[in-house]
């Protein structure tokens, strides 16, 4: 059974981080693209980042770049988010995704998803 599971999530106040971890399970992601959306409340889902199956290419939304940083370890199967300077506009449910394809991946078209984790920024 393919499975994606998230971990981290939690409550932190603005300017702090959080550390979001996606654990893998039930085929081989070393060779998938993952990634992270998430979804805040009256909200659409949205892309967060994106990370290639090698761990050589990144991608961010806007509202990512310059403060959080993805990354996968080196067996491929676990990837990982970096959140820093969080802003409650941050507060979303986030959900780990994986894809064959990164270019499937970044619009939300990938084939697997995770349950999500809930994250709080206070102001």
């Known amino acids: 059974q393919v499975q994606l599971v998230e971990a981290g999530g939690g409550l932190v106040q603005a300017g702090g981080s959080l550390r979001l971890s996606c654990a893998a399970s039930g085929r081989s992601f070393s060779s998938y693209a993952m990634g992270w959306f998430r979804q805040a409340p009256g909200k659409e889902r949205e892309f967060v980042a994106a990370i290639s199956w090698s761990g050589g290419m990144t991608h961010y939304a806007d509202s990512a770049k310059g403060r959080f940083t993805i990354s996968r370890d080196s067996a491929k199967i676990t990837v990982y988010l970096q959140m820093n300077s969080l802003k409650p506009e941050d507060t979303a449910v986030y959900y780990c995704?994986?894809?064959?394809?990164?270019?499937?991946?970044?619009?939300?078209?990938?084939?697997?998803w995770g349950q999500g984790t809930q994250v709080t920024v206070s102001s």
């Open positions: 995704a994986a894809d064959i394809r990164m270019d499937l991946l970044v619009v939300g078209a990938n084939r697997y």
